[in-house]
């Protein structure tokens, strides 16, 4: 209503006064999205749309030769990279922003190494983004995980075709799926510290502004197009997706956010260039089109441990990550049958690390230390909701090879109706 409704029925007219439309008289609107326009302004048989994308690695070396040319003569005695490697470092970032870090850069006498371009390069995408994406910079590897050799072994298989540039041979995206504790996010972590290319983080896109949301989404694709190769990580995906019917009382936005998420993910150009990963606990609340091979190909399951062995394997890996002066001798025996997952193994560990620095000098050793906090926790109440996370995992795993040996032969009949029979609990 009022003044705003007052300029889409102007434009409209524009649009389709027949004098305007037989004089040479041309109308220009700017928006960073169509999704900033009234429906009616787009959807005009008379209006034509202009999409002008981030510059590419050629477009943005060509813009370096004219900012040489023009405005920073002495941007090559600054730069200890050449200049076609700069072109490249730079894409993802819109002209004002490259020539912003640039023109900082020389005014302030820094040197533009590859590691000053790579913070300040994240810094301008995140800040253009204003929050929506951000860069994960792992310290860990998948040295830091513990187990999961065949999924290890399939993710570093990959990151060697990405480095290949064997493009066509890498999927879509995965899905990494599990009862929460099993370590989604940190697997993803380390697999970020091996890639050699850029991961980012979905944050919160959603507005709630009319359009803002789907404005938002263009923003971050636009960019994700631009980055040339980059790793995409949306966690809890079952909450970001959306859903194909919207939900109630959202005036359809769920489905609109599907809708341009599904679009995006089945771009096959994209291939090898945007690598989508998904993280679950519930992957039953996620389309199954989301999910489907050609979007999200590899379906990972994880699981806690089930041996001793494998315990105590995941209890040296988490003291590695909390830097605890833990060693194998300093393990307590750990009885058979016991279910622990990651985040309660770190939650113990942090409690037996409190024991530890409040006993001081006359502290008891470190086994003695674990042996009682074991004894002392109380595992999750909430089996059947960790069991039926358990399963949704197993029903959606694509490899066999990922999963433990007790599953690998469970019938899908039987697994559906074990499913059925713990959904009612849930």
């Known amino acids: ?36 326009l009234n429906d009616l302004v787009t959807g005009n048989p008379h209006s034509a749309k202009l999409h002008i994308p ?3 690695e050629e477009e943005m070396l060509d813009y370096l030769g004219a900012l040489v ?45 590859a590691e000053w371009l790579a913070r300040m390069k994240r810094e301008m995408i995140e800040r253009e983004c204003q929050g929506l994406l951000e860069f994960i910079e792992s310290p860990y590897t998948l040295e830091h995980v513990s187990g999961l050799e065949a999924v290890k072994q399939w993710l570093r298989d990959d990151a060697r075709l990405l480095r290949k540039g064997v493009l066509h041979a890498l999927p879509m995206g995965y899905l990494i799926t599990g009862r929460i504790g099993t370590g989604k996010t940190f697997l993803v972590q380390c697999w970020a510290g091996e890639l050699g290319i850029p991961c980012v983080v979905f944050k919160n896109f959603r507005d709630r502004w009319v359009g803002a949301t789907e404005s938002n989404l263009e923003k971050i694709f636009a960019i994700l197009r631009a980055l040339g190769q980059v790793v995409v990580f949306v966690d809890e995906a ?42 679950t606990s519930r992957p ?20 806690p441990p089930e041996t001793p062995e494998q315990m105590r394997a995941l209890l040296l890996a988490v003291a590695r990550k909390l830097k605890f002066p833990l060693s194998a001798s300093d393990l307590p025996d750990i009885p058979e049958g016991t279910v622990l997952g990651g985040n309660e193994i770190e ?8 024991v530890y620095e409040l006993a001081g000098e006359g502290r008891p050793p470190l086994r003695d230390i674990l042996g009682q906090v074991f004894r002392e926790v109380r ?48």
């Open 379 to 426: 595992p999750s109440a909430h089996t059947r909701k960790l069991e039926f996370m358990d399963l949704q995992a197993v029903k959606e795993c694509t490899d066999s090879s990922f999963l433990p040996a007790r599953f690998r032969d469970l019938a899908p009949e039987e697994l559906e109706h074990r499913i059925d029979e713990l959904r009612r609990f849930i």
């Open 1 to 36: 209503g009022g003044a705003f409704s007052a300029n889409v029925v102007k434009v409209l007219g524009w649009a389709n006064d027949p004098a305007i439309l037989q004089s040479n008289i041309a109308t220009v609107l700017l928006a960073e999205g169509l999704h900033d």
């Open 238 to 279: 079952d909450q970001a997706a959306g859903k194909r019917e919207g939900g109630e009382g959202d005036s359809g936005l769920s489905g609109r956010v599907y809708s341009m998420l599904a679009k995006e993910m089945s771009e096959t150009l994209n291939r090898g260039r945007i690598l989508w990963v998904f993280a």
């Open 284 to 303: 039953d609340l996620l389309e199954v089109d989301l999910k489907r091979q050609g979007r999200l190909d590899v379906h990972i399951p994880l699981f």
């Open 54 to 56: 981030l510059p590419n």
């Open 347 to 354: 939650g113990m560990l942090v409690r037996a690390l409190r």
């Open 69 to 113: 040319a023009t405005q920073l003569p002495e941007l090559p005695s600054k730069c200890e990279v050449a200049m076609e490697v700069l072109g490249r470092r730079l894409t993802g970032l819109s002209r004002i922003g490259a020539r912003t870090v640039l023109r900082l850069a020389v005014k302030n006498g820094a040197t533009i190494t």
